[in-house]
């Protein structure tokens, strides 16, 4: 009986190709789907779940798990990761956990059920033993935005600490004299890292008080409350440093909404790189290359599923500052 393995050989393509046109997912050249549909009629190919374990896949399914598919960070990851998973021939099953753990614990139980190849991880209220558990399982899996100590899980992060830091030097740099900071879910490295950053940039300074850090969820709505109670204790707060682009969204309304005009009053900078060109005024952040992470976190799961042995565990990537009229200097 013809396997993929024959088929991929035969019409001198990868098997990842090969998987691509019988799943119609992701790009074939049409030369290549030409010579791949002769080849399977010539072999009398028929893809069956014995041919996919020969290349190496249980499902040729993975698992994607975010915790807030509103927030445009992740519907942009998400793209970069379906992507890179149609290029290997895999389908992309997407979880939106709207930060629940009981919902997230179903999703985990059922992508298990459907005997997924693997699964990427985004998550605020994931915990170690969750992932100790999938691993008891050999269920490979990359986790974004978190590190563990445990150092067998794969992490990818962003250099958070160091943006924390630009951003409040940034707003120094645009004549800020007093500026707050409203945090993320304290549950993952990368809020912590990023308020980590702001600290260190503004311990020492003669404006800095811990009640300048108001205590947030990365949502529109838990931003604009944070900015609220920001402003109640301190009402002369110059800059503001959010810990995510929604939540800068969200502080800009309570600002305006205070009769604050920015960025002449305060000036604002968010973190993330979300593009929200809607904004008036276009908000300045510390961007993420969000692309470039979902499909290094495709890359590496592929690589765990393989079994290779050089996967690099902690991979941490630059940000980068992008400058716009929330911060313009008065
Ligand atoms: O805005 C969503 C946030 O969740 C991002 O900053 C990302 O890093 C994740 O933690």
């Keep these: 009986m013809a396997t993929i393995k024959d088929v991929s050989k035969l019409a001198g393509v990868s098997v990842a190709t090969v998987s691509r046109y019988l799943n119609k997912n992701g790009y074939v050249s049409k030369e290549a789907a030409e010579t791949i549909a002769e080849v399977i009629e010539k072999l009398n190919y028929r893809p069956n779940n014995i041919a996919r374990s020969l290349a190496g896949m249980k499902s040729a399914t993975i698992g994607l798990m975010v915790p807030d598919i509103l927030n445009p960070f992740f519907p942009e990851l998400a793209r970069s990761i379906e992507d890179a998973a149609n290029g290997y021939g895999y389908t992309v099953m997407l979880c939106n956990t709207d930060n629940d753990s009981v919902k997230e614990r179903k999703y985990i139980d059922t992508l298990l059920q459907k005997q997924v190849d693997g699964i990427i991880i985004s ?20 986790l974004m935005d978190n590190v563990f100590s445990s150092d067998s899980v794969v992490s990818l992060t962003v250099e958070n600490r160091r943006g924390g830091e630009l951003a409040v030097q940034h707003l120094l740099a645009q004549g800020c004299s007093k500026i707050a900071h ?143 009229q929330s911060t313009r200097k008065n």
């Design 123 to 142: 998550s605020y209220t994931i915990k170690p033993e969750h992932l100790t558990g999938l691993q008891k399982q050999s269920i490979p899996v990359v």
């Design 182 to 324: 409203i945090c993320g879910p304290l549950t993952i490295t990368s809020s912590r890292e990023r308020t980590a950053g702001f600290e260190d940039a503004s311990r020492g300074t003669d404006w800095f008080t811990p009640s300048l850090i108001g205590y947030s969820d990365f949502t529109v709505k838990g931003g604009y409350s944070a900015m609220k109670e920001l402003l109640a204790l301190h009402p002369d707060l110059d800059g503001v440093f959010a810990s995510n682009d929604l939540m800068a969204a969200g502080a800009m309304k309570a600002l305006q909404e205070t009769g604050r005009s920015i960025p002449s009053d305060v000036k604002v900078v968010g973190f993330d790189g979300i593009g929200l060109e809607m904004m008036n005024p276009e908000l300045s952040t510390i961007a993420q290359p969000i692309s470039e992470l979902g499909k290094t976190a495709m890359d590496s799961l592929v690589g765990l599923i393989r079994e290779e042995s050089d996967i690099v565990t902690d991979q941490v990537f630059p940000v980068t500052l992008i400058k716009k």
